[in-house]
């Protein structure tokens, strides 16, 4: 069975199904919001938007912005 999606092959329509809902339907949170970076759960993605370099560089244009 192969994934419409990204083209895996899966042994049974059951691992299709777990991939599809862990890989892809899941996919949109587990993306960080600063810099589209996809990561592998929403734990990390909650780590990573902690410390995203997209978002420091928006906060420091942002304050550079006010300084000017």
Do not use: F, G
């Amino acid at each position: 069975t192969r994934c419409d999606i990204c083209s895996k092959e899966y042994s049974t329509a059951k691992a299709l199904a777990h991939h599809k809902r862990q890989v892809h339907v899941a996919e949109s949170e587990r993306t960080c919001s600063h810099c589209a970076k996809v990561l592998a759960t929403t734990q990390s993605r909650n780590r990573h938007e902690a410390d995203c370099p997209e978002l420091k560089k928006q906060v420091w244009v942002s304050r550079a912005s006010q300084i000017l």
